[in-house]
């Protein structure tokens, strides 16, 4: 009968209580109450915006410490807190523990969950030790209230939300072949969605879905190769309004390299519990030589939609066809109700690494608006809109910034936005108040060299070198924080800058926005006008993303600082040494020459460290949680 009553809801777009069998129903539930910060993102929509209003524009310059807690381990902070009731979730880069702090008594922890891992996983996280926290899931049938955690050894585990204790965990990739995991998961009905990293060694993306209440395998969906592996139908998945035909992938790729073709999974995840369907995108393929992969290499950088309870794609829409800079597709993918020319849409917003907003039906996959976010984006010349034409829904890339194009061993200059794109991981915040995005930017662009490498599981599989520095021709400075119009493709408001804006937003009723930046401020701005209205300097820097909630009648702000990430990983992995950036340059001619060492990973950082060497003069390495509040 619950089977029947399922089906029905799907159909008649109903969301309906039916006892402790769906952990997604009691979410629902929970994601409207704004006391508490349920899932890494707010909701499953990724809105990250709050209800709260206590703490608003004419206020939150009174805004004090109200208690802090030093989570004992370096590198990169990304991700943020969870609340549940009186507890509060905190976690870590590698080693991932996992606190629940008493917020009844000043963040005292409850108790400490330290998995064992293999430190021999960190050299294959490409972009840092960073891992954006777990999710909760409450009661079901079969099993307790958990904290699903996704580690960086790719161990997926379920641990009592009261205890701390392990409830099951299972292995969700092989670290001997570079596979590795930075995500949260995603909790919906009675299972959890895991991704997978590892593009930079040549790893085969996926996303796998399991069950809540022992860890079984539902579903498994591959990003390239067979029909059957990527579970789309040749008919009746759709790309743009056509059928994708058989074998689409396949013909995309030469021979077997779909088989190290990358498309990992380690962004942000979105859920529509009316619709039955699962948003996520797909990242960069492997290797970074175009030259090496002919092709459309479908589908990397890719935006999928999939039916939730069988993983079967409804429809797929591909960003970047042979992708040549690197420009992943993971970003999250932002579900709201927007008025297109007069019309309301079920609409999809993504804002992807390739410089380029999205606003797409998230019902049929109709692209509805395509713009750049940042006018320094120079790779394409814009998006082809005309349902008629051939390239329809594909980029126009210019000749002068094709790495493809120029050849191996060329190195192109100027391209923007660099490798790390004009967004990266960290999301974006919807108000729907304003009906405005709220966007941490990057404004950098590269010099980008291919060259051709040999595959070899477990070691590096990039095959360019690659330089970043800010935009030229702008401001002087390395981000920008924005507001965007996703109905005309308009940048509303702009905040220049001096470094990445590389931390998670917050929109919130109070008609404020928040967001943390690389030097370590967090920062409170006017949501209509984009005017500061306070800033505070945390013990580092932010690359965590902002969340709010209520304890006893009191409205809290939280963030992590920590600074790390891509564009932190000079301080973070100790890079910015005139030995350590000589150590990686000579590496670097090393691996040119050999083919197959750790050295093709490219100038340090995967081009990072140079352009972010000054962050040295304004941070320093930490893992703080910095909790704010009035003063009484």
Known sequence: MGRILTALCAVFGLVIL????????????????????????????????????????????DLQVAWTFSTGVLRGHEGGPLVIGDTMYVHTPFPNIVYALDLNNDGAIKWKYEPVQDSGVIPIMCCDTVNRGPAYAPEGEGHPAMLILSQADTTVVALNADTGEEVWKVKNGDPGKAESATAAPLVYKD???????????????RVTVYNLADGSVAWKAFSTGPDEDMLV??????????????????QSWEGDQWKTGGGTTWGWYAYDPELNLIYYGTGNPSTWNPNQRPGDNKYSMTIFARDADTGMAKWLYQMTPHDEWDYDGVNEMILVDLEMNGEMVKALVHFDRNGI????????????????????????????????????????????????????DTNVEGICPAALGTKDQQPAAYSPKTKMFYVPTNHVCMDYEP????????????????????APDSHGGMGNFIAWDATTGEIVWTIPEQFSAWGGALATAGDVVF??????????????????????????????NVNTYEHNGKQYIAVLSG????????????????????GWHEAVDQGREQGDTEAQVGTAGLGAVGGYSGLANFTNLGGVLTVFALPD
């Open 18 to 61: 039916m006892g402790p069998a769906f952990a997604n129903e009691k979410l629902i539930e929970m994601e409207k109450n704004a006391k508490e910060w349920v899932m890494p993102t707010g909701n499953y929509a990724n809105h990250r915006f709050s209800e709260l209003n206590q703490i608003n524009k004419d206020n939150v310059g």
């Open 191 to 205: 299972k959890v969605l895991i991704g997978v990293s590892g593009a930079e060694f040549g790893v085969r993306g």
């Open 233 to 250: 139908d040749p008919e009746k998945t759709m790309a743009l309004g056509k059928p994708i035909g058989k074998d689409s992938s396949l």
């Open 357 to 408: 907003a999205y606003t797409m039906n998230r019902e049929t996959g109709e692209l509805l608006l395509a713009k750049k976010y940042d006018p320094a984006v120079n790779w394409t010349s814009g998006v082809d809109m005309d349902k008629n034409s051939e390239t329809y829904g594909r980029p126009t890339v210019v000749s002068d910034y094709s790495t493809d194009a120029q050849g191996e």
């Open 451 to 470: 060259f051709r490498v040999s595959y070899t599981a477990g070691q590096p599989y990039v095959g360019a070198t690659v330089s970043m520095y800010p």
């Open 515 to 544: 967001y943390g930046t690389l030097e370590g401020y967090l920062k409170a701005v006017d949501i209509e006008t984009g005017k500061e209205l306070y800033r505070f300097k945390t013990p580092s820097g932010i690359i965590g």
């Open 563 to 582: 600074v790390g990430g891509w564009a932190g990983i000079g301080l973070a992995a100790g890079l910015l040494s005139p030995e350590s950036a000589a």
